[in-house]
């Protein structure tokens, strides 16, 4: 009986040792998916807090385009009426006057 006692010790040994490893996997297996969670977390505020960064810069930018483009627009159409003032001042004011065929003739302002 010494050796059944001794086979059901080592069975027992066995399974005892099973049920510890099975418990250690586990447990590592939580503890992995505890970190993977907190490391996921982590991640998604980083890049969360980045992808805000990044929207602010390119708003900014977009703004201060949007205000140069404005200002060249702005500069282009004066300068476009300056030059159509003028030309209408030139065109009811002659500087000059106009001959025709006869040189005694000289234009008349409108």
């Known amino acids: ?3 059944l006692s001794d086979f059901r010790k080592l069975l027992f040994a066995k399974k005892a040792v099973a049920k510890s490893a099975v418990n ?3 447990e590592t297996g939580k503890e992995v998916g505890e ?8 991640f998604i505020e980083k890049a969360s807090d980045r992808a805000g960064e990044l929207y602010d810069q390119a708003s900014e930018k977009a703004s201060e385009l949007y205000e140069k483009a404005k200002n060249k627009v702005d500069d282009f159409t004066d300068k476009f009426w300056n ?4 030309d209408e001042q030139k065109a009811r004011f002659p500087l000059k006057p106009i001959q025709k065929s006869n040189p005694q003739l000289t234009a008349i302002a409108f």
């Not at 970190?35 to 982590?42: A, T």
């Not at 030059?83 to 003028?86: D, L, N, S």
Request: a negative charge; hydrophobic letters at 45%.
């Open 1 to 3: 009986m010494s050796i």
């Open 24 to 26: 250690k996997a586990v």
């Open 35 to 42: 970190e993977f969670v907190e490391k996921s977390g982590e």
């Open 83 to 86: 030059a159509a003032e003028k």
